[in-house]
């Protein structure tokens, strides 16, 4: 019997408390708010909320017309769609921190819009990602379009995972299109979509704006969703992610050396550098195998990390 009362006492506490948290949650915590215990709690407890659109969005300095209500409702489904994809949208944010200051300097250089940098997100979430059809590394970059392109691509090297030379070919490929259409929105979206797929829609529909276009699911989806991480990397508090800068990955620091003749042995290459395989190619991805191959008038930029090993703990990172 004193068993029995001491489980119904406790059923009827835990019962009593999941009441109380939601009759605080449903009053917006009022009155409880106040309370220490229930402040912790509204720090913890996620609800799941629209976010309200910001009055003026532009890409590549280009406004998209949120006055059109389809533009509107195709916006806000990919900041909820994002916003809403917890653990994969905070890893974006943090790897974002790392890499996009590599693809930033490409881009200026290529004179090409910062915007585009969040191009990647959509593309690969900052990663070397392979897709189920072949598309490889942050620019997700197919094998044929890449050797078209001049990018060594074999069982030894694939320059797709090289974050460097993939972001020049996508500068190269934004060139053309803008080229082409006229606007930096058009040629982003045929990126995704292919100039070929975009220009038939043109054709058919007698438009040459991309928010008129009626296009594939996927390519009309494509710029809302890019926009969408812009939105919630540069201010990822406003949709509720509370990352402190200690909490981003820091940039990797290293040095480049020189290789223009056959590696037998990237562990033995890699020790003579202070450093060991693992690490080696943690910075240099596109190195396939654990050897190189010689190749006539061809150099290689191979990275070291500094200090040898691992480094990414910096002292300017904490808050």
Partial sequence: ?????????????VLLTSVIIIFSIAMGFKGFSNTPVMKSLADTVIINRPFKLPADVTFAG???????????????????TNAYRHSSTILIIKR???????????????????????????????????????????????PETGKEEGMEINNEVDERYNIEKSTQFACDYFKKSYEKYGNWTLAAASYDGGRAAI??????QHQNNYYDLLLSDETARYIFRVVGYKLIITNPENFGFR????????????????????????SDFAEQFGTNYKMLKLLNPWLRKPYLTAKQNKVYLIKIPEGGMRNSERSDLVN
């Fill in 62 to 80: 280009e406004k998209m017309p949120l006055d059109n209500f389809d533009t509107r409702e195709s916006l806000e489904r990919e900041l909820l």
């Fill in 199 to 204: 220009d038939e829609q043109i054709a058919i």
């Fill in 96 to 142: 974002a921190n790392r890499y996009l200051p590599v693809i930033e300097k490409i881009l200026k250089e290529n004179d090409i819009p910062d915007d585009f940098k969040y191009l990647v997100a959509a593309e690969s979430e900052y990663s070397n990602m392979v897709s189920p059809a072949g598309a490889t590394g942050f620019w997700q970059i197919m």
């Fill in 1 to 13: 019997m004193k068993n029995w009362n001491s489980k119904r006492v406790i059923t009827i506490f």
């Fill in 243 to 266: 990352i402190g800068k200690s909490d981003l990955y820091p940039e990797l620091d290293y040095y480049e050396v020189k290789v223009d003749t056959a590696v037998t042995n990237f």
